[in-house]
């Protein structure tokens, strides 16, 4: 029997809400309605020195005055280390994930190429490093990330597809090919923060019973590495459906880390509601 549809906007509290999240936010809660399903808000706050609780405010200020709502309470990441580092020890335990002490500058001088967002691609260089070493240099307190070894990870689960849906609740979603390989030894934990997005954001959607995973086209090349650890840890995959992005005057996507105008601050020059859903695209 089909599950109850359960759909989620996700933001990270390390800025301002832009038109950008609304588009994003406004796209869930459609979709959640066209499929008679419920819209979840999830607070994604692992980051612990870039989140604010002030921006964690004015996210369910700026959604309520959108006209959202969402059932409480709602879950936040930052309660949730626990359950993301036992899914960690499942990946651990399946001799998946390694130690690996590079610096930026190191990773970015021996790179294999760019992934799909521009940055170095992992060399490898820690993935054999004796267990020795490893442990010797953790007991010395250097900082350490936990990397998932691609290739062995790959091999385990074979090749991977997820159900891709059109925004079109008449076209049944299709089988789209996954390609985690394009990542490289990803990063699931660093030592100041046990998890990272890929490995919350997977075991979240999980725990929430999210059936439809909403999200923008610059999300869309990440998506393989989560149905891959789906796959790893035994957790359903979502139908995944991506919105295209809004764009700036020179044609690249809003960030809060270039500034774009915050929701916030088309409140404040006298924006109505009415006009950010009309800008983001709904009316
Ligand atoms: N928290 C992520 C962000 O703000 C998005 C989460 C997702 O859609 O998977 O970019």
């Not at 070894?149 to 079109?168: E, I, S, Y």
């Not at 840890?233 to 690249?252: K, Q, S, V």
Request: charge should be negative.
């Amino acid at each position: 029997m089909p599950s109850q549809p359960i759909l989620r906007f996700a933001p990270s509290p390390n800025g301002r809400l832009h038109l950008g999240h609304a588009r994003s936010a406004l796209f869930t809660d459609h979709w959640a309605r066209v499929l008679g399903g419920t819209f979840l808000l999830r607070i994604e706050d692992t980051d612990l020195g870039r989140c604010r609780p002030e921006f964690v405010e004015a996210i369910f200020e700026n959604l309520h005055w959108l006209g959202l709502a969402w059932p409480e309470p709602v879950l936040r990441q930052s309660e949730r280390f626990a359950v993301y580092s036992a899914a960690a020890s499942q990946l651990q335990q399946l001799g998946l994930l390694y130690p690996c002490f590079c610096t930026r500058a190191e990773i970015a001088s021996g790179a294999e190429g760019p992934d799909p967002d521009g940055a170095p691609i992992y060399p490898g260089t820690c993935r054999h490093l004796p267990s020795a070493e490893a442990a010797g240099r953790i007991a010395r307190g250097e900082p350490i990330q936990m990397r998932l070894r691609m290739d062995h990870a790959m091999a385990l689960a074979g090749p991977l597809t997820f159900p891709g849906a059109q925004p079109d609740p008449d076209q049944p979603p299709h089988a789209v090919p996954a390609r985690p390989e394009r990542w490289g030894d990803v990063v699931l934990q660093r030592k100041e923060t046990p998890t990272s997005y890929h490995l919350s954001v997977v075991v979240d959607d999980a725990a929430q019973g999210v059936t439809h995973v909403t999200r923008g086209r610059d999300m869309e090349a990440a998506t393989d590495i989560h149905v891959l650890l789906q796959h790893l840890l035994g957790l359903p995959t979502p139908i995944y459906t991506f919105h295209e992005l809004i764009l700036d005057a020179d044609g690249r996507k809003l960030a809060k880390s270039k500034g774009s105008e915050s929701l916030a601050s088309l409140r404040a020059a006298g924006w109505s509601a009415a006009e950010v859903r009309h800008a983001a695209g709904f009316d």
